[in-house]
């Protein structure tokens, strides 16, 4: 028996035991129990797709209430300092493309981070600050997603610089951590 029916059996069983529950609250029930296999059936198919990259800590992937978000740190997509996808992050999200590029309904967001590291003098001109770098590198994971099939109206490019941090960028491992490409796919819950 598979895993949305036994919700949906459990859900109809607490249902009943509890009296009555009006239709609407039991269709609210069993669209719940639908959301929770489609994020679970998202983070499974990833998963699956990115299995070295995740045990080489070089991606991760979690389930959120409303989102499914997938973490990749910046050198498995671009050179040092680059905001161009080298061949390693071509082979690397031509891996997640087909599956978000089944998505319907779903708002996908790829989002660019830096480390607090000034950006240094051969880029200065290009990018005045690890702002521009983070956006330029979210916006090149777009344009490379879009073009192997996922929908553009489907997608999103921010870059938020060093403002988010997730680990201290007083050590290389931190910063190396700051470094990174999410990409969350949002609307799976609701």
Same mark, same amino acid.
């Given at each position: 028996?598979?895993?949305?029916?036994?919700?949906?059996?459990?859900?109809?069983? =607490? @249902? &009943?035991?509890? %009296?009555?529950?009006?239709?609407?609250?039991?269709?609210?029930?069993?669209? *719940? $129990?639908?959301?929770? +296999?489609?994020? =679970? @059936? &998202?983070?499974? %198919?990833?998963?699956?797709?990115?299995?070295?990259?995740?045990?080489?800590? *070089? $991606?991760?992937?979690? +389930?959120?209430?409303?989102?499914?978000?997938?973490?990749?740190?910046?050198?498995?997509?671009?050179?040092?300092?680059?905001? *161009?996808?080298?061949?390693?992050?071509?082979?690397?999200?031509?891996?997640?493309?087909?599956?978000?590029?089944?998505?319907?309904?779903?708002?996908?967001?790829?989002?660019?981070?830096?480390?607090?590291?000034?950006?240094?003098?051969?880029?200065?001109?290009?990018?005045?600050?690890?702002?521009?770098?983070?956006?330029?590198?979210?916006?090149?994971?777009?344009?490379?997603?879009?073009?192997?099939?996922?929908?553009?109206?489907?997608?999103?490019?921010?870059?938020?610089?060093?403002?988010?941090?997730?680990?201290?960028?007083?050590?290389?491992?931190?910063?190396?951590?700051?470094?990174?490409?999410?990409?969350?796919?949002?609307?799976?819950?609701?």
């Amino acid at each position: 028996m598979s895993q949305k029916v036994l919700v949906v059996a459990a859900l109809a069983a =607490s @249902a &009943l035991a509890a %009296a009555c529950v009006s239709e609407q609250t039991y269709k609210a029930e069993v669209q *719940q $129990a639908d959301m929770y +296999q489609q994020k =679970s @059936a &998202l983070y499974e %198919a990833l998963n699956a797709k990115l299995q070295t990259e995740i045990n080489a800590d *070089q $991606a991760q992937i979690r +389930q959120l209430q409303n989102e499914v978000r997938l973490t990749l740190i910046d050198e498995i997509l671009f050179p040092e300092g680059g905001w *161009q996808i080298h061949r390693k992050g071509e082979e690397t999200l031509s891996k997640v493309a087909p599956t978000l590029s089944t998505l319907k309904g779903k708002r996908i967001v790829v989002e660019g981070f830096t480390d607090n590291v000034p950006i240094g003098p051969a880029l200065k001109a290009r990018f005045p600050s690890n702002w521009e770098l983070s956006s330029a590198r979210a916006s090149d994971v777009v344009r490379f997603l879009v073009a192997r099939g996922v929908p553009p109206g489907s997608l999103a490019a921010e870059g938020f610089g060093d403002s988010r941090p997730v680990a201290s960028n007083d050590t290389p491992q931190g910063r190396a951590k700051n470094r990174r490409v999410e990409i969350v796919i949002s609307g799976v819950d609701q």
